[in-house]
Each structure stands twice: as structure tokens, then as C-alpha cells.
């Protein structure tokens, strides 16, 4: 499964969507064979995330409901706040920006209010970058601004260059 995983997000950031969407299929049937709370969840939200990366929010919104109702069996209160970035990130794709801060604020709430949050700086980043980019889409730079330097403030080591970048 964990394999399987690891291959379809490489291929996907080597830009191979059919190669990512073949392993995440093979990871699913295996899921079907050894469940585990919360596996399926993250496999959907990792082909809506394929589906997004190559501008087919129709697609990624077929996933994230998937996600959405495996979702349904889990316990873990991380899932649900993926799910809302998701839920965000797919609005968005649909030029509907207005419609994704909501999702994106409570989100990033979510993602907070995780037990140890600091562990989810990560996720709290590309929160407010997809944020940012929601009032950028609106017209809204003071406000797209003020959370490009709040996710640079996070320091998140991986986006450092691209924090930088993006807040020049």
C-alpha cells in the first residue's frame, strides 16, 4: 500500500499522471484486501490531487466525495481538515474563489487545532498559500499578501526558496 503510494506521488511530481493514477489504483485494491482507517481516504485525496494538478476540477471533485465518504468511517480529525483544503483547492480550480476561503479558513482552523500543530506547519502553509491565491483570484492583494507572509512565517523548510519567491 505505503509503496504503491510513494510511487503514484512520485510519478505524479515527475508529471506522469497515468503512471501516478496506476499505482494509486493498485494501492486501492490492496486497501480492499487489508483496510486500515483512514488509508482509503488519503489514496482518493491523492488522485483528486493528480486530477487537480492537470486542471480537471471535475474529476478531483469525483474523488473528493470518495474521500469524503470513506472519511465517514475514520476517527482521526486530520482527515477532516484535508478534506476541507480539498474541498478548497477544488472550488478554486472551479474559478469559484469566493467559495473556496471559507473552506480554506475553516481548513486552516482545523489543521490548528490538530494535536501537536506544529507538526502540520506543512499543511498550514499550503493552506494559506491556496488562500492567497483565492483573493489574488479576487482582486484582493492586501489580503493575498498577508497570507503569503504568513506562510512564509512558518518557516516550512521545503518551501523556503519558494516562500521567498513568492513573497518578492
Keep these: 500500500y505505503k509503496l504503491n503510494q510513494l510511487a503514484g506521488i512520485g510519478w505524479n511530481n515527475w508529471g506522469r499522471p497515468d503512471s501516478a493514477l ?11 484486501q487489508f483496510p486500515g482507517e483512514g488509508k482509503e481516504t488519503n489514496v482518493y485525496l491523492n488522485i483528486a490531487h493528480v486530477f487537480l494538478d492537470n486542471h480537471n476540477p ?5 474523488y473528493l466525495d470518495l474521500a469524503r465518504k470513506s472519511a465517514q468511517k475514520s476517527t ?5 481538515a484535508m478534506i476541507l483544503y480539498y474541498e478548497g483547492l477544488t472550488l478554486s480550480a472551479e474559478k469559484k474563489a469566493a467559495a473556496a476561503i471559507p473552506a480554506l479558513e475553516k481548513s486552516l482552523r482545523a489543521f490548528k487545532k490538530l494535536p501537536k500543530p506544529e507538526k502540520h506547519h506543512l499543511m498550514q502553509s499550503r493552506n494559506l498559500k491556496a488562500l492567497a491565491e483565492a483573493h489574488h483570484e479576487l482582486g484582493e492583494a492586501e489580503k493575498a499578501l498577508n497570507y503569503l507572509r504568513q506562510a512564509k512565517s512558518l518557516n516550512v523548510t521545503v518551501f523556503k526558496r519558494y516562500n521567498d519567491m513568492q513573497s518578492e
Excluded: G, V
Excluded at 496506476?22 to 486501492?28: A, C, G, I, Q, T
Excluded at 471535475?58 to 469525483?62: L, M, Q
Excluded at 482521526?76 to 477532516?80: A, G, H, I, N, R
Design 58 to 62: 471535475k474529476r478531483a471533485r469525483k
Design 22 to 32: 496506476y499505482y494509486y489504483n493498485k494501492s486501492l485494491a490492496l486497501l480492499e
Design 76 to 80: 482521526l480529525p486530520f482527515f477532516s
